[in-house]
């Protein structure tokens, strides 16, 4: 692993903060059938983890276009 790669992924806790939602609300986003949110690793029982990518793919998918629409 090189020196940058903690950047490239986001806890939970991390990732709520960067979205303004509580951590409660990416588990509720996790266990919805279908599940919602973006994409995540379950590291253990306990740690999940999100890849800056995807959540940067999953936030341009979100996007609205004033314009556009």
């Not at 806890?11 to 919602?36: H, M």
């Not at 379950?42 to 998918?61: E, F, G």
């Amino acid at each position: 692993m090189g020196p940058h790669d903690h950047q490239e992924w986001f806890s939970t806790n991390e990732l709520a903060a960067f979205l303004g939602v509580d951590p409660s609300s990416l588990r509720r986003w996790r266990t919805a059938r279908p599940p919602q949110g973006p994409p995540w690793v379950k590291v253990s029982d306990r740690v999940t983890v999100y890849r800056r990518i995807d959540v940067d793919a999953w936030l341009r998918s979100r996007r609205t276009d004033p314009e556009a629409a």
